[in-house]
C-alpha cells in the first residue's frame, strides 16, 4: 500500500516511525507538513529526550520524514535530509527537457551555429549566400523573440 500525505494514519505512521529511531522519544507531535516536497512530503516532527544529566531540563528535538512512495524516511539532521534527498531525486535528462527556457535556448543556439558555420563554408569557398527574406525574417523573428523572452523574464 502506497503512503500518502492523504492517508488517514499518516500522522500515527510518522510518530511511530519516528519512535522507532529514538525509543527514547517522548511528547511526540507534528510541527508542519509541507505536502508538496521534492516528490513527496515534508513532515517536521518535534519530540522531547532525556533530561540533561548536568542540569537535569529536557531535551528537545526535531525530525524530519520525508515520505515519498511507501517509504517513510526520518532525519535527525537537516544536512543529512538534503544530502541524501538532493542524490537520491535529481533530475533526469529527459526531464531537463521539459523546461521551456532550456529548449528554447538549445533551439537559439543551435539555429546561430548554422548560420555561422554557413556563413564560414561561404567565405572559405568565396560564394556568395543569397538567403530568401521569408527565412531571413523567420530567423530573426524567432531570435528576437528568444532573446527578448529572456529579457523580460526575472527569476
Request: no cysteine; proline share 3%.
Amino acid at each position: 500500500m502506497a503512503l500518502m500525505i492523504n492517508d488517514p494514519n499518516i500522522e500515527q505512521r510518522v510518530v511511530a516511525a519516528v519512535k522507532n529511531r529514538t525509543p527514547n522519544a517522548n511528547n511526540v507531535r507534528i510541527l508542519t507538513m509541507q505536502r508538496k516536497f521534492l516528490k513527496g512530503s515534508l513532515i517536521t516532527i518535534s519530540f522531547d529526550g532525556d533530561p540533561d544529566p548536568t542540569t537535569g531540563q529536557i531535551q528537545s528535538y526535531i525530525n524530519r520524514v520525508y515520505v515519498h512512495g511507501n517509504s517513510l524516511d526520518v532525519y535527525g539532521h537537516d544536512d543529512a535530509l538534503m544530502a541524501i534527498v538532493g542524490e537520491t531525486h535529481v533530475s533526469s535528462t529527459w526531464e531537463i527537457f521539459g523546461n521551456t527556457k532550456v529548449v528554447s535556448g538549445i533551439i537559439a543556439t543551435l539555429m546561430t551555429v548554422v548560420v555561422m558555420v554557413i556563413v564560414g563554408v561561404s567565405m572559405y569557398r568565396g560564394t556568395e549566400i543569397i538567403v530568401p527574406d521569408l527565412i531571413s525574417s523567420g530567423w530573426l523573428i524567432i531570435l528576437g523573440f528568444y532573446f527578448g523572452k529572456m529579457g523580460s523574464k526575472e527569476d
